[in-house]
């Protein structure tokens, strides 16, 4: 799944998450939404939890259209 953000197997979490945040919302993550999404993911991630991630943030404000 890395590949679709530009990641390399190597790439830790904090930089697939940055990674993620980049590719979604189009921005960084504050450094209170790294530390909640690192909380989240722990220390080994698994798919659900980048999925999990991945759907918190489809979910967020940031996708809400208010007319």
Do not use: C, K, M, N
């Amino acid at each position: 799944w890395w590949r679709t953000f530009g990641l390399g197997p190597a790439s830790g979490r904090h930089e697939q998450a940055e990674a993620v945040y980049r590719s979604l919302l189009a921005r960084p993550p504050s450094e209170g939404e790294r530390r909640l999404a690192l909380a989240h993911l722990g220390p080994a991630p698994t798919r659900d939890d980048w999925t999990g991630l991945i759907h918190a943030l489809w979910a967020s404000v940031d996708f809400r259209f208010v007319r």
